[in-house]
């Protein structure tokens, strides 16, 4: 399966729109429409001004002219007690429902993970759930114990994740001790 790779800055609204139809399909108990989710990804790219290997992109698989499995990548300046980090935050995998079991979402997530192991990030930085927690670990990925802020918020304290479950890859590495400052939502 070939993984292809589009950066949300220029995402044509046609995968945007395939894209937020495939989220909506995976997640069809939230609230969020087609529309609002399609919103959502192009605004991922907007008032991006990093590196431009570092861009924010969509990573998907296509089969017979449709998008069955999708991840973005995110970069996000980070605060850590070691300074500030360029992180590659992992949001929005999926794979269409009729379609699991075939190791898809394995493909687009190592595919966000290579940008990694080649150098282009130090870590990624995700949340997830505790039934989907033993994937990434298979994956190389391991829990994070720091506590997790975003200091733009009035309540900066309070997590900006709404999943438990927050974990980095690789599990190995100069992860720093200390507060993570997200500085922004949550994704």
């Known amino acids: 399966m070939q993984v292809e790779t589009l950066d949300i800055r220029t995402l044509p609204n046609a995968q945007a729109t395939e894209i937020a139809e495939l989220l909506v399909s995976v997640w069809p ?6 529309a ?15 590196l431009e290997a570092q861009a924010p992109r969509s990573l998907f698989i296509r089969e017979n002219g449709q998008i069955i499995a999708h991840a973005a990548v995110l970069p996000r300046t980070i605060g850590t ?4 980090m360029v992180i ?13 079991g075939r190791g898809l ?17 130090p870590f990624s930085l995700f949340q997830t759930t505790l039934e989907v927690r033993p994937f990434y670990e298979k994956l190389g990925a391991t829990i994070i114990e720091n506590p997790i802020i975003n200091s733009l918020e009035k309540d900066a304290h309070g997590s900006p994740f709404w999943d438990k479950e927050i974990m980095r890859y690789p599990g190995s590495g100069n992860w720093p001790g200390g507060e993570i400052d997200l500085r922004g939502p949550g994704y």
Do not use: M
């Open 29 to 34: 108990k939230s609230v969020k429409t087609v």
């Open 88 to 100: 590659a935050g992992l949001t929005r995998v999926c794979t269409a429902p009729e379609q699991r």
């Open 105 to 121: 979402g394995e493909i687009v997530v190592r595919a966000v993970f290579e940008l990694v192991d080649d150098g282009t990030f």
């Open 36 to 50: 609002v989710r399609h919103e959502q990804l192009l605004a991922l790219g907007d008032h991006y001004a990093g």
């Open 81 to 84: 007690a070691a300074g500030d």
